[in-house]
């Protein structure tokens, strides 16, 4: 049998252009042989469809245009696996389609019926044959692999899980060189085929890299990462086949392809939203500058467009040096990266608010300012708004950058400040794009600071609190505000695990005050593409929380579970109690019964007594059937031979070999 990976990108949501492109990708698959066309898991509906899986309309389209799509693909003699997010007893579910024989069959939804009603495990593998050929379909390999039914020959493995920059395995093929897969496939002895998506389906991310594996572990074919691909591979089971030695397969970088995912996420944000332009606020800084270098790769240097704003908070000589160096560094990086740059003035905040503005009140005007014209320039240049928010700016300054327009997309909304350095490193490889002095350490405490500054803006700056809160956090490193960080909202750690605690627990605390403090504004935020294992639009705490885990104070962690347990056991102490006490009263209402001492009575209950009581009733139970047996061979004598009743009314002697065991008939 030959199969094919179909590694397409499209728009979420695209039903008949899915269709129409699956289609097209079956007719190429054909030309080359190809048995079985699989395409990627989050190509319909994404794989965080809310509240669209249940809309009847969407499913009767979707069921609908796949029926259509199976027809079409009879003539071509072409199988195809087809997965889809549904609704299944109210809750979402992973479907796979197969389309087969002019039919569109939700494999999983009916082997769930079928094993529902025979006790079988309702989400095991659903297993069928193609082209003689025994395959299972799975969204976890991990787990499934050690589940297969026997005869097995080959696993499609849909990847579900979008691109984390921790977890190597969700980059498929490139992370197959340093052990992941082969083990558990080896394990099994089965070929494994690897459906990697490829793009940005919402905020979710993934970087593409299909392979065919077989049952020895080898990789036998791999598609490209980063890129549309159709991957078509014989399996055959028992031959050993040319495969991709290790030193051949793609290596995992880590900002490598954190790099490359952010510009698949916003290419594609871009292309959803029917833009190819894109339009941001260059501030000379770090973050704004890799940004920019970002939307180049993405879209092209003629499609972006930077936004230069002049700032109005310049008192001294040596603020004024700072202001025109900075003007010019924008204006460097423009012509370097070969964008447009359209330049303002500084807007006269005063006259915007009316009134006289403090210098803490400047900034934050002037930001809104900026906002109000990015937005303007977007719709002007039809171009998509693009924030340089980074995740740590998100985390302890939201609800200042909340309070102006920061556009709709912001790429590095799930990276840590401090990974920008190492980001800006790894785009200045492939031509000095990033200004030198920005890809330094300084610039990423300049930066750290300056996030600081405005999370004071954002309603700290009229309490008591504001200077001490500076006075606290401003020491601490950027890497290391970022590993709080990082362990607390990525991890979900508790607070006595988070670094730092032992050493500054006041800092710690403070952070993550700010943290739980800006929950409703990060909700106002651009949309940030998801490259991490827990973004904050993952991270969802109630927006009027008033708790912050501040740690347990040295006592020991109680959870609901050990509350149940101690119940039970409470309740079953109780109940040994009664049994106890009922015991105690019926002895002692049999004690006065027979005139039995309390002292007698307590020995009878202790282990002694009992022992003594169980062979006395064994004795006695062997002389009362004595005594029954003397008694029946006394009337045997006397009575009539045969044991029947008499003439005269007489009972029936009992056969003298019965036994007739006294306590038994009691």
């Known amino acids: 049998m030959n199969i094919a990976l179909a590694q397409i990108d499209m728009r979420l949501g695209d039903i008949e252009g899915i269709c129409a492109r699956v289609e097209s990708q079956a007719v190429l698959a054909k030309q080359q042989g190809a048995d079985l066309l699989c395409v990627p898991a989050p190509l319909l509906g994404g794989i965080m469809p809310g509240g669209l899986i249940d809309a009847t309309n969407y499913e009767h389209e979707l069921v609908c245009s796949l029926e259509r799509l ?48 025979n006790s079988d495990d309702l989400w095991a593998p659903p297993v069928f044959d193609v082209a003689g050929t025994r395959i299972a379909v799975t969204f976890d390999a991990r787990r499934d692999l050690e589940l297969l039914p026997r005869g097995c020959d080959i696993v499609v493995y849909f990847q579900a899980n979008a691109f984390d920059v921790h977890d190597e395995s969700s980059s498929a093929v490139a992370s197959v060189a340093d052990g992941h897969f082969r083990r558990k496939v080896a394990d099994a002895g089965v070929w494994l085929a690897c459906m990697a998506p490829v793009g940005a389906f919402d905020e979710a991310v993934y970087t593409g890299g299909s392979f065919v594996m077989d049952e020895a572990g080898r990789v036998v074919a791999a598609a490209p990462c980063f890129e549309e691909a159709l991957l078509v591979q ?13 030193h051949e397969l793609p290596q995992y970088r880590r900002e490598e392809w954190l790099w490359e995912a952010l510009v698949l996420a916003v290419r594609d944000t871009a292309a959803a939203r029917g833009c190819h332009r894109a339009a941001l606020v260059l501030a000379g800084d770090l973050s704004s500058s890799l940004a920019a270098a970002l939307c180049v790769d993405a879209l092209g240097p003629r499609n972006v467009v930077g936004l230069l704003v002049e700032r109005s908070e310049v008192f001294t000589p040596a603020q004024e040096a700072e202001e025109r160096e900075r003007v010019e560094q924008v204006r460097a990086l423009a012509t370097n990266l070969h964008i447009r740059l359209v330049e303002h003035e500084a807007p006269d905040t005063a006259a915007l608010a009316d009134r006289t503005l403090t210098r803490r009140e400047e900034p934050l005007l002037r930001e809104q300012a900026e906002g109000i014209l990015l937005e303007d320039l977007a719709r002007q240049e039809h171009a998509l708004p693009v924030s340089s928010i980074t995740k740590t700016d998100a985390a302890i ?60 803006r954002g309603g700290w700056d009229e309490t008591e609190w504001a200077d001490h809160i500076a006075r606290v956090l401003t020491p601490l490193e950027p890497s290391q505000v970022d590993g709080i960080l990082e362990a607390h909202v990525d991890r979900n750690l508790p607070f006595e695990d988070l670094p730092l605690v032992e050493t500054d627990r006041e800092a710690v605390s403070l952070l993550l005050v700010l943290v739980r403090q800006g929950e409703y504004a990060r909700r106002m935020l651009p949309m940030a593409p998801i490259v991490s ?10 927006s009027s929380l008033a708790w912050s885990d501040l740690g347990r104070h040295g006592e020991e962690p ?13 309740i079953s102490k109780k109940g040994d109690e009664y049994g106890e006490r009922v015991r105690g009263e019926v002895m002692g209402l049999i004690g006065d019964m027979l005139g039995i001492t309390p002292e007698q009575l307590e020995h009878l209950q202790s282990e002694e007594g009992q022992r003594k009581i169980r062979e006395n009733l064994q004795r006695f139970e062997g002389q009362v059937q004595e005594a029954i047996n003397r008694i029946i061979e006394h009337a045997g004598q006397e009575g009539p031979s045969d044991g029947r009743p008499s003439a005269a009314g007489g009972f029936e002697v009992p056969h003298p070999d019965r036994n007739f065991p006294f306590f038994s008939q009691n």
């Open 533 to 542: 294992g827990r973004s904050f639009s993952e991270r969802l705490w109630p």
């Open 70 to 117: 199976a027809t079409r693909l009879e003539d071509l003699g072409v199988v195809a696996l087809v997965p889809a997010m549904v609704s299944y007893g109210g809750a979402p579910l992973f479907e796979v389609f197969v389309l087969d024989r002019g039919h569109a069959v939700p494999a999983r939804t009916m082997l769930a019926y079928r094993r529902e009603q």
């Open 234 to 246: 014989e399996v055959r089971r028992g031959m050993q086949l040319p495969c991709i030695e290790t």
């Open 397 to 456: 300054s939201a609800p200042a950058l909340a309070s102006a327009y920061r556009g709709v997309m912001a790429p590095f909304g799930d990276v840590y400040l401090s990974n920008l350095e190492f980001l800006a490193r790894v785009r200045n490889r492939s031509g000095a794009a990033v200004p030198a002095r920005l890809v330094t350490l300084n610039a990423v405490e300049h930066a750290l600071s300056e996030a600081f500054a405005r999370a004071m």
């Open 558 to 570: 109680r959870g609901v579970d050990a509350l149940a347990r101690e119940e039970l056991g409470r």
